[in-house]
Structures are given as C-alpha cells and as structure tokens.
C-alpha cells in the first residue's frame, strides 16, 4: 500500500529529475551559441578582414549573444522552483484516470498538518489509499519531454565534433582568430607567408621611404610582384609595386615623403596591416635667431663691430667670433667644421638642447665653413650643408724702404754708417731690423759660402702707422770684427703686430739663389719679415778710403769745372743772339 509519504518521494523526484534535464538542455543550447557566434565571427572576419575595432565590436556583440543563452536558458532555469501541486497537475493532466485524486490529496495532507478541519479521517485515508494504489503502476518521469533534450544533445555533439576536427585541422585559423582579437597586427594564414617587414623608425621629411618585405622560407612565391599602399592620415592613398631584391626579399620606395604614412604591403594572398611610418623633420640653423659677434685683435686698438646676424664671416685676419646658434629642434651634439679641415664642437646652453655656442673662433685664413647638427632622434641636417664663406680680410705687411744708402758703397772697420728710411703698414710698424751676413775674403771666391744671418734690432724705435726719413747711425760696427776685404751685405726688415704677416708659403732668396737664413717652419710655413734691396758694403783701409774720397773729390772738381765751361758757352750764344736780334730790329 502506497502511502502519501511515497508520492511526495516520487513527486520530489520527478522535480529533481526534471531539472537536471533543464541544465542538461540549458548548457547544449549555451554550447551551439557559444559555436555558432565563433563561427559566425571567424566567417566574416576570414571574409571582410575587420579592422581591429569591428573586431572587438563583433566579439563583444558574439560573447553578449553567448551571455544571454547562458541566462535566459540555463541560470533563470537553474533559478525556477516547482512546487508539489504543480508537478501533480502535470501528472494528472498526463494521467486523466486520475480525475483530481492526486492533487486533492496533496492539498488535503497539507491543510491537515496546519490543524485545518478539512472532513473526516476515515474518508481522507481512504483518498491517499485509493491514490497511492492507483499512481503505483504510473511512471511520473514520462511528464519530463525528453524529445527535445535528444535533439539538442545530439545536435550539439554533431556540431562540437565537426568544428573540433576543423580546428584540429586548421590549428593555424584558431590561433590566428585568436591573436586577431588581442594584436591589431595579426593576419590570418595564407599561402604566401611574410615573415618580415622591416621599415624605419621615422623617416627625415623630404627623403625616400622604402619598405622591405620578406617571406617564410615555406612560404608560395607569388607569381606577380605586390604592391605597398600608402596614406597619408585623412588623405588618398598612394600605390607603389614592390620590387624583387634578391632571393624571397622584395622593396617598394615611395620618393620625397613629407608627412606620416601608413604602410599597408598586398603581396600574393597576403595583406599586412598598416604600420604608420612618422616623418620628422631634421634639425637646422634658425638663422634669424642665432648670431656672431666679432672681436678685432687687441693690437689694433680699435673698439669691436656690433654684433652680426648668422651667415658669412667678412673680418680682419687674427680677429675672433663668438657663434650662438639656435637649433630648431632639440639636439644631441653640433659642430662648426671648416673646409681647412678644423672643426669646433659648440657647446649646449640650455636645458632643451636648442641653444648652442662656440667662443672666440680663431679668423686666420680665408676659407667655408658649414655647421652639423645631429638632434636627439638621431638625425642630422640636410646634406650637404650649407656653406658659410669666411673672409679674412688681410692685414698687410708693413712695407720699408732704405732710402740711405741707396747703392753699394766702401765702409772702414771704423765707419758709422748713416741708414735713412721709410716704413709704412695698416695700423703699426712694431719694429726694424739691420739684418746683414759677413762674407769673408776666403768665402768670396766661393758662392756657395754666404755667411750666417744675423739681426740687430734698432734701438728706441719709434713705433706708428708712417715712419718718414727715420734716420739710424750704426755706431757699433766694431762689434762685427771686420777685416779689410770683407763684405757687409746689409737689409733692413719690419714687422708689424699681426703675428700672421710673419709666416709666408714661399721664403725669398738672397743673392746666388742661397736662402737667407735658416728659417722657421711651422704648418708648411716658413718666418720671414717685409725687406728692402740688399746693400753691400766692403771694407777697405784707410788708405784706400782716403784716396776714394780723394778721387770723389777730384770728380766733383771736374764737374764742376764742366759745368763752369757750359755756362761760359752759354753765354757766348746768348750774347750772339741778342746781337742778332738787335740788328733785325735797326732794319
């Protein structure tokens, strides 16, 4: 004998059962959403080639699809609660035979336990008698549809098996489906395979692109060459063929770019997603804000020219410049670099790395020069440079002659000389030499022997711009040691303070084409002084000078005797000729 006991087990186990079918179904129906929304994606991202955003908006749109199957058929199922009278509703709408018994008895037991009067005993167990039996041999599990749970299950195993072998199969699509969702940059398989595009970090405005791609060593070898998409932001593309370089490597050159592009490489069946390329501009002299300031050399005594903009350098040789340059950008490192091959790092004087500056620029020879830059990216500007001419204006050596002697003449060993001279330069003659070398009567019979230079500086010499008619007694010749028959060859020589008048290429020759004196060097250069003629003086005795004066005098006598003659004939003519005229006139 059934009790009620027993139906309420059966009922409780009906509601189990019939939820856990529920799950079963919910979690099908999740798992052919769940399938059906990837497949959908990889379909039209395979297709279409989303761009990374859509890629992102479809997934979102897949998952929301897959979150609301999981809601709406599984967790609000899982949530649902079926009380005993509805499951003997169920029953007896299943089992009609039943005529209302199952659910009196239910309600009746129910009231019963509450202490409600609800009729007799003996009538109320006579109904859960006649339930139970009549219920015993009813199979309650048959109100739990079945039908659809197969269908679904057997749908969802179909489906999950067959894109189970298509992933297997196709592991490559999966993992490229999945790299797609997290890396802009991911593509999915194709039978041309590139390995590589190589581009720069930023190309200089104005330069030429060019990108490399290369293929995977198992990748197809497309039969026609590819071709690089380029566009400018918010501009129309340009197309530019990739070219073969050599092996499974091709290169494509887009000339002169000016602004950022982004690179999108067609080649085969493959498309690689842009890469955007920046184009900065390289660093240069903004000459409207940098400056030279020029100093004069101390010796000239005069005050410095105002300051000068950027540019050429037109300035007296031994002057010095100061250059400010202003950057416009940033920089690393700069230099000056002249075409005489000196070169002068500047020196950063702010923060930013815009200012740069070089001080007292050595002006010594005529020549260009241009400035390199390099900024904090890397680049340098533009190539080749521009040059800046330097100038230096010459400070001209000064200039002497000796007008006293003016032709070789006879000394004795104790002779004073008298030197008359003149000298001139641009702004001072700092000083003059007696420059002279002995030749002794030995020496004179040979040519190649001319004696060593010597100097002696003129004492208490008055320093100017014009020295006129300077007049020097050279009262020490006794300090040569001079003996009759020697010569004195003798020149005198000036200097000015421009240290670089002293330093010439190519040093003059004396007499017999024997160099003058054991010069300096230095740079290639040889030291020598501005000079006048040589003079030679030779040494002879007294004697010998008394009978030249002698013979100078008896000379002059003549002259004059000469001129004497001349004028008494002169006056013969002249008389000869008034007469003459005088009878001309008597007719």
């Known amino acids: 004998m059934s009790t009620l006991s027993d139906l309420t087990y059966r009922i409780d186990a009906v509601r189990r059962k019939e939820k856990s079918v529920v799950v079963f179904v919910g979690v099908c129906r999740s798992v052919l959403v769940l399938i059906g929304a990837l497949v959908a994606y990889f379909l039209l991202d395979w297709i279409c080639d989303l761009p990374y955003a859509a890629r992102l908006v479809f997934a979102t749109a897949a998952i929301s699809a897959v979150g609301y199957c999981v809601n709406r058929f599984l967790i609000k199922e899982m949530r649902k609660e079926m009380d005993d009278d509805t499951v003997a509703l169920r029953l007896e709408a299943r089992n009609p035979e039943l005529r209302g018994r199952l659910i009196s008895t239910l309600q009746l037991a129910r009231a019963g336990k509450r202490g409600e009067y609800v009729g007799s005993t003996e009538l109320i167990q006579a109904l859960e008698t006649e339930t139970g039996d009549m219920s015993r041999p009813m199979d309650f599990f048959k109100i739990i549809n079945k039908d659809l749970m197969v269908k679904i299950v057997i749908a969802a195993v179909v489906v999950v098996l067959i894109n189970a072998a298509l992933a297997y199969k196709n592991s490559d699509y999966v993992a490229a489906m999945g790299k797609r969702l997290v890396s802009s940059d991911a593509h999915f398989p194709t039978s041309t395979r590139i390995r590589e595009i190589k581009t720069p970090p930023f190309v200089a405005r104005g330069d030429d692109f060019t990108i490399q791609v290369t293929l995977d060593e198992n990748s197809v070898i497309p039969k026609d060459s590819g071709h690089v998409q380029f566009t400018p932001p918010g501009k129309n593309s340009i197309s530019v063929d990739l070219n073969p370089a050599g092996g499974a490597t091709y290169t494509a050159t887009l000339s002169k770019v000016l602004e950022d592009v982004d690179a999108v490489v067609f080649l085969g069946d493959a498309k690689e997603n842009a890469k955007r390329v920046r184009v900065i501009a390289r660093p240069e002299v903004d000459v409207n804000k940098s400056s030279m300031q020029h100093h004069l050399p101390a010796y000239t005594k005069l005050p410095d020219p105002p300051g000068d903009k950027f540019g050429s350098v037109t300035v007296l040789t031994g002057s010095t410049t100061d250059v400010t340059l ?141 020295i006129e008619h300077a007049k020097f007694i050279w009262d020490n010749l006794g300090s040569l040691s001079l003996k009759v028959g020697d010569q004195l060859i003798i020149w005198l020589e000036a200097d000015d303070d421009c240290e670089a008048n002293d330093w010439v290429k190519d040093r003059p020759a004396d007499e017999g084409g024997e160099p003058r004196e054991k010069a300096e060097t230095r740079d290639g250069m040889v030291k020598a002084y501005p000079r006048t003629q040589d003079i030679k003086l030779s040494v002879i005795s007294k004697e010998e000078k008394a009978l030249e004066m002698q013979a100078n005098i008896e000379a002059i006598y003549k002259q004059i005797d000469a001129q004497k003659n001349s004028q008494d004939e002169l006056k013969a003519k002249m008389r000869a000729l008034l007469d003459g005229i005088k009878q001309d006139m008597k007719k």
């Open 326 to 466: 202003t950057s416009t950008k940033a920089l690393r490192q700069a230099s000056l670099d002249r075409s005489d091959g000196k070169s002068v790092a500047l020196e950063k004087k702010d923060a930013e790395g815009l200012v740069w500056t070089c001080a007292k620029m050595a002006i010594d020879k005529s020549c260009t020069f241009h400035i390199n830059l390099t900024d904090t990216d890397g680049l340098k500007n533009s190539d080749p440079a521009v040059e800046y001419p330097i100038e230096a204006k010459p400070d001209y050596p000064p200039s002497i002659h000796l007008e006293k002697p003016s032709k070789d003449m006879t000394i004795t060993t104790a002779s004073k000389p008298v030197l008359v001279f003149s000298a001139r330069d641009d702004f001072n003659v700092r000083t003059v030499w007696i420059a002279y070398r002995v030749i002794s009567a030995e020496d004179q019979k040979d040519s190649k022997k001319g004696g060593d230079v010597k100097r002696y500086e003129i004492p208490n010499f008055p320093q100017g711009k014009n």
